[in-house]
Protein backbone atom coordinates (compact mmCIF):
# COMPACT_ATOMS: atom_id res chain seq x y z
CA UNK A 1 0.00 0.00 0.00
CA UNK A 2 1.10 3.27 -1.05
CA UNK A 3 1.43 5.83 1.58
CA UNK A 4 -0.44 8.08 -0.60
CA UNK A 5 -3.74 5.94 0.72
CA UNK A 6 -2.79 6.43 4.52
CA UNK A 7 -5.78 7.75 6.25
CA UNK A 8 -5.82 11.19 8.35
CA UNK A 9 -7.02 11.26 12.38
CA UNK A 10 -7.17 14.05 13.89
CA UNK A 11 13.16 16.75 19.98
CA UNK A 12 16.83 17.30 19.42
CA UNK A 13 20.14 15.20 18.82
CA UNK A 14 20.98 14.43 22.55
CA UNK A 15 19.53 11.71 25.25
CA UNK A 16 16.26 12.28 26.59
CA UNK A 17 15.70 14.10 29.66
CA UNK A 18 14.90 12.18 32.25
CA UNK A 19 11.76 10.70 32.55
CA UNK A 20 10.81 12.36 29.20
CA UNK A 21 10.83 12.02 25.58
CA UNK A 22 12.64 14.80 23.27
CA UNK A 23 10.86 17.94 23.62
CA UNK A 24 9.76 19.36 20.47
CA UNK A 25 11.64 22.86 21.01
CA UNK A 26 14.49 22.03 18.88
CA UNK A 27 15.39 19.64 16.32
CA UNK A 28 18.79 18.97 15.16
CA UNK A 29 19.12 22.83 14.24
CA UNK A 30 15.57 22.68 12.50
CA UNK A 31 12.62 25.08 13.99
CA UNK A 32 10.21 22.02 13.86
CA UNK A 33 8.40 19.88 15.97
CA UNK A 34 10.07 16.30 16.64
CA UNK A 35 8.46 13.86 14.16
CA UNK A 36 7.82 10.11 15.64
CA UNK A 37 6.53 6.90 13.75
CA UNK A 38 5.26 4.60 15.69
CA UNK A 39 5.33 0.89 13.78
CA UNK A 40 3.47 -1.69 15.26
CA UNK A 41 1.50 -4.60 14.43
CA UNK A 42 -1.90 -4.38 15.00
CA UNK A 43 -4.71 -1.71 16.11
CA UNK A 44 -4.85 -1.34 20.13
CA UNK A 45 -0.92 -2.59 20.18
CA UNK A 46 0.02 1.06 20.50
CA UNK A 47 -2.51 2.67 22.65
CA UNK A 48 -1.48 -0.52 25.21
CA UNK A 49 2.15 -0.64 24.78
CA UNK A 50 2.77 3.38 24.87
CA UNK A 51 -0.51 5.41 24.67
CA UNK A 52 0.43 7.48 27.48
CA UNK A 53 4.10 8.25 25.97
CA UNK A 54 2.20 9.37 22.52
CA UNK A 55 -0.36 11.73 24.30
CA UNK A 56 2.61 13.24 25.97
CA UNK A 57 4.76 13.92 23.38
CA UNK A 58 1.25 15.11 21.12
CA UNK A 59 0.69 17.02 24.29
CA UNK A 60 4.25 18.82 23.85
CA UNK A 61 3.77 19.67 20.24
CA UNK A 62 5.32 16.48 18.79
CA UNK A 63 4.11 15.13 15.26
CA UNK A 64 3.12 11.44 15.78
CA UNK A 65 1.68 8.97 13.32
CA UNK A 66 1.24 5.87 13.30
CA UNK A 67 2.07 2.57 10.60
CA UNK A 68 0.28 -0.47 11.27
CA UNK A 69 1.24 -3.53 9.96
CA UNK A 70 -2.34 -5.59 9.57
CA UNK A 71 -5.57 -4.23 10.20
CA UNK A 72 -6.45 -7.23 12.94
CA UNK A 73 -8.66 -8.94 10.39
CA UNK A 74 -8.41 -12.07 12.84
CA UNK A 75 -8.83 -10.66 15.75
CA UNK A 76 -11.90 -11.82 16.70
CA UNK A 77 -14.01 -14.48 18.01
CA UNK A 78 -17.95 -13.54 17.21
CA UNK A 79 -19.42 -15.52 14.73
CA UNK A 80 -20.82 -12.12 13.00
CA UNK A 81 -17.46 -11.30 11.69
CA UNK A 82 -15.86 -11.81 8.85
CA UNK A 83 -12.36 -10.60 7.93
CA UNK A 84 -13.83 -8.16 6.03
CA UNK A 85 -16.13 -6.54 8.23
CA UNK A 86 -13.83 -6.78 11.01
CA UNK A 87 -10.95 -5.02 9.20
CA UNK A 88 -13.36 -2.26 8.87
CA UNK A 89 -14.38 -2.26 12.07
CA UNK A 90 -10.81 -2.30 13.66
CA UNK A 91 -9.43 0.24 11.55
CA UNK A 92 -12.13 2.49 12.46
CA UNK A 93 -11.61 2.32 15.95
CA UNK A 94 -7.68 2.62 15.69
CA UNK A 95 -7.99 5.79 13.70
CA UNK A 96 -10.44 7.09 16.56
CA UNK A 97 -7.95 6.01 19.19
CA UNK A 98 -5.07 7.90 17.66
CA UNK A 99 -7.70 10.82 17.20
CA UNK A 100 -7.94 10.39 21.38
CA UNK A 101 -4.46 10.81 21.35
CA UNK A 102 -3.33 13.47 19.10
CA UNK A 103 -1.91 11.38 16.43
CA UNK A 104 -1.74 13.38 13.04
CA UNK A 105 -1.87 10.40 10.84
CA UNK A 106 -2.34 6.28 10.24
CA UNK A 107 -0.99 3.84 7.59
CA UNK A 108 -2.38 0.66 7.54
CA UNK A 109 -0.55 -1.57 5.50
CA UNK A 110 -2.85 -4.20 5.03
CA UNK A 111 -1.02 -7.59 5.63
CA UNK A 112 -2.77 -10.38 6.88
CA UNK A 113 -3.04 -10.35 10.66
CA UNK A 114 -1.08 -13.54 12.35
CA UNK A 115 0.75 -14.12 9.46
CA UNK A 116 2.76 -11.48 9.46
CA UNK A 117 6.77 -12.53 8.58
CA UNK A 118 9.96 -10.04 8.78
CA UNK A 119 10.41 -10.37 5.47
CA UNK A 120 11.51 -8.32 2.32
CA UNK A 121 8.44 -7.44 1.61
CA UNK A 122 7.64 -5.90 5.04
CA UNK A 123 10.52 -4.44 5.36
CA UNK A 124 10.14 -2.69 1.89
CA UNK A 125 6.92 -1.50 2.98
CA UNK A 126 7.68 0.27 6.45
CA UNK A 127 11.12 1.66 4.43
CA UNK A 128 8.68 3.58 2.58
CA UNK A 129 6.67 4.67 5.06
CA UNK A 130 9.73 6.12 7.07
CA UNK A 131 11.03 7.79 3.91
CA UNK A 132 7.32 9.22 3.42
CA UNK A 133 6.90 10.51 6.92
CA UNK A 134 10.61 11.49 7.59
CA UNK A 135 10.43 10.71 11.48
CA UNK A 136 12.90 11.51 13.61
CA UNK A 137 12.44 8.74 16.15
CA UNK A 138 10.82 5.69 15.68
CA UNK A 139 8.66 3.21 18.22
CA UNK A 140 8.60 -0.09 17.76
CA UNK A 141 8.05 -3.69 19.17
CA UNK A 142 10.70 -5.66 20.84
CA UNK A 143 11.86 -8.77 18.26
CA UNK A 144 13.94 -10.05 21.28
CA UNK A 145 12.01 -11.34 23.30
CA UNK A 146 8.88 -13.93 22.89
CA UNK A 147 7.34 -13.52 26.17
CA UNK A 148 7.33 -10.88 29.12
CA UNK A 149 6.64 -12.31 31.99
CA UNK A 150 3.60 -14.68 31.86
CA UNK A 151 2.37 -12.82 28.55
CA UNK A 152 3.24 -14.66 25.13
CA UNK A 153 4.06 -12.07 22.72
CA UNK A 154 2.02 -12.45 19.09
CA UNK A 155 4.34 -13.77 16.79
CA UNK A 156 3.25 -10.64 14.76
CA UNK A 157 4.43 -8.12 17.44
CA UNK A 158 7.76 -9.98 16.42
CA UNK A 159 7.65 -10.12 13.21
CA UNK A 160 6.63 -6.32 12.88
CA UNK A 161 9.57 -5.16 15.52
CA UNK A 162 12.42 -7.23 13.83
CA UNK A 163 10.90 -5.83 9.77
CA UNK A 164 10.69 -1.99 11.37
CA UNK A 165 14.63 -2.45 13.25
CA UNK A 166 15.53 -3.40 9.24
CA UNK A 167 14.01 -1.09 7.64
CA UNK A 168 15.57 1.90 9.77
CA UNK A 169 18.89 0.27 9.57
CA UNK A 170 19.78 0.16 6.62
CA UNK A 171 17.16 0.07 4.29
CA UNK A 172 15.86 3.32 5.26
CA UNK A 173 19.24 4.67 5.12
CA UNK A 174 20.97 3.00 1.80
CA UNK A 175 20.12 4.71 -1.43
CA UNK A 176 21.00 2.08 -3.06
CA UNK A 177 18.56 -0.42 -1.14
CA UNK A 178 15.26 -1.05 -2.52
CA UNK A 179 15.87 1.32 -5.76
CA UNK A 180 12.58 1.41 -7.44
CA UNK A 181 11.39 3.17 -4.01
CA UNK A 182 13.66 5.87 -5.35
CA UNK A 183 11.76 6.11 -9.17
CA UNK A 184 8.60 6.41 -6.51
CA UNK A 185 10.22 9.55 -5.44
CA UNK A 186 11.21 8.07 -2.06
CA UNK A 187 14.74 9.20 -0.81
CA UNK A 188 16.40 8.14 1.56
CA UNK A 189 15.50 9.04 5.53
CA UNK A 190 18.23 8.12 8.10
CA UNK A 191 15.90 8.09 11.78
CA UNK A 192 18.09 9.34 14.80
CA UNK A 193 16.39 7.72 17.46
CA UNK A 194 14.67 4.22 18.30
CA UNK A 195 12.38 3.54 20.98
CA UNK A 196 11.93 0.28 21.52
CA UNK A 197 8.24 -1.10 23.62
CA UNK A 198 9.88 -4.38 25.61
CA UNK A 199 9.50 -5.73 28.96
CA UNK A 200 10.86 -3.99 32.39
CA UNK A 201 13.45 -6.19 32.64
CA UNK A 202 14.86 -5.43 29.34
CA UNK A 203 13.78 -0.98 29.51
CA UNK A 204 16.74 1.06 29.85
CA UNK A 205 14.44 4.03 29.60
CA UNK A 206 11.04 5.50 31.00
CA UNK A 207 9.01 8.22 30.46
CA UNK A 208 7.03 9.46 33.18
CA UNK A 209 3.22 9.60 32.53
CA UNK A 210 0.84 10.16 34.89
CA UNK A 211 -0.78 13.05 33.14
CA UNK A 212 -1.94 10.81 30.60
CA UNK A 213 -3.28 7.71 32.41
CA UNK A 214 -6.95 8.79 31.37
CA UNK A 215 -6.02 9.84 28.00
CA UNK A 216 -4.10 6.23 27.10
CA UNK A 217 -7.56 4.81 28.88
CA UNK A 218 -10.34 6.71 26.87
CA UNK A 219 -8.14 5.52 23.70
CA UNK A 220 -8.06 1.84 24.91
CA UNK A 221 -12.22 1.88 25.14
CA UNK A 222 -12.47 3.03 21.14
CA UNK A 223 -11.37 -0.23 20.56
CA UNK A 224 -14.82 -1.61 21.40
CA UNK A 225 -14.51 -5.39 19.60
CA UNK A 226 -11.40 -5.80 21.44
CA UNK A 227 -12.74 -4.51 24.64
CA UNK A 228 -16.02 -5.07 25.39
CA UNK A 229 -17.25 -3.14 27.99
CA UNK A 230 -13.79 -3.29 30.20
CA UNK A 231 -12.56 -0.03 31.91
CA UNK A 232 -9.56 -0.05 31.51
CA UNK A 233 -8.22 2.43 33.72
CA UNK A 234 -7.40 0.75 36.20
CA UNK A 235 -5.18 -1.66 35.08
CA UNK A 236 -3.09 0.66 33.01
CA UNK A 237 -3.30 2.43 36.31
CA UNK A 238 -1.41 -0.62 37.76
CA UNK A 239 0.83 -1.13 34.85
CA UNK A 240 2.03 2.10 34.72
CA UNK A 241 2.47 2.27 39.09
CA UNK A 242 4.21 -0.76 38.65
CA UNK A 243 7.14 0.33 36.06
CA UNK A 244 7.49 3.13 37.69
CA UNK A 245 8.60 1.27 40.65
CA UNK A 246 10.74 -0.53 38.35
CA UNK A 247 12.71 2.16 37.06
CA UNK A 248 12.97 3.24 40.76
CA UNK A 249 14.99 -0.07 41.72
CA UNK A 250 16.99 0.87 39.12
CA UNK A 251 17.78 4.40 40.27
CA UNK A 252 17.50 5.29 36.34
CA UNK A 253 17.23 8.98 36.89
CA UNK A 254 14.85 11.00 38.08
CA UNK A 255 12.96 7.96 38.95
CA UNK A 256 12.13 9.64 42.56
CA UNK A 257 9.65 11.94 41.20
CA UNK A 258 7.95 9.20 38.70
CA UNK A 259 4.33 8.20 39.74
CA UNK A 260 3.13 6.18 36.63
CA UNK A 261 5.69 5.17 33.77
CA UNK A 262 6.20 3.26 30.22
CA UNK A 263 9.18 1.16 29.53
CA UNK A 264 11.20 1.20 26.59
CA UNK A 265 14.69 0.00 25.08
CA UNK A 266 16.70 3.48 23.35
CA UNK A 267 18.99 3.78 20.89
CA UNK A 268 20.50 6.91 20.01
CA UNK A 269 21.34 6.66 16.65
CA UNK A 270 23.41 9.96 16.63
CA UNK A 271 26.48 8.24 18.42
Same mark, same amino acid.
Given at each position: ????G????A? @?P????????MS?????????????????A????I?F?C? !? $???? +???? #????F??? #??S???G??D?D?D?????? $???????????????K?V??? /???D??LM??L?? /????T??I????P????C???G???? !???????D???? !?E????????????R? $?? @??L???????H????????? !?N?R??H??E????????????????????? +??????? $?? +??????A??R????P??G??????????V????
Amino acid at each position: MQPGGASNVAG @PPTIPREGQGMSAETNGGEDRPRRVLVSMAHPDDIEFGCG !G $TIAR +WADE #GQEIFFVL #GTSGDKGSDDPDYDSEKLMQ $TREAEQRAAADALGVKEVMFL /RFKDAELMPDLEL /RKAITRAIRHFKPDAVVCQDPGSRYF !GSYIQHPDHVAM !GEATLAAIYPSARDRL $TF @PDLLEEGYEPHKVTEVYVRT !GNDRADHFIETSDYLEQKAASLREHKSQLGD +WDPLEAV $TR +WARDTAAVARHMHYPGAGDMEHAESFAYVNMRR
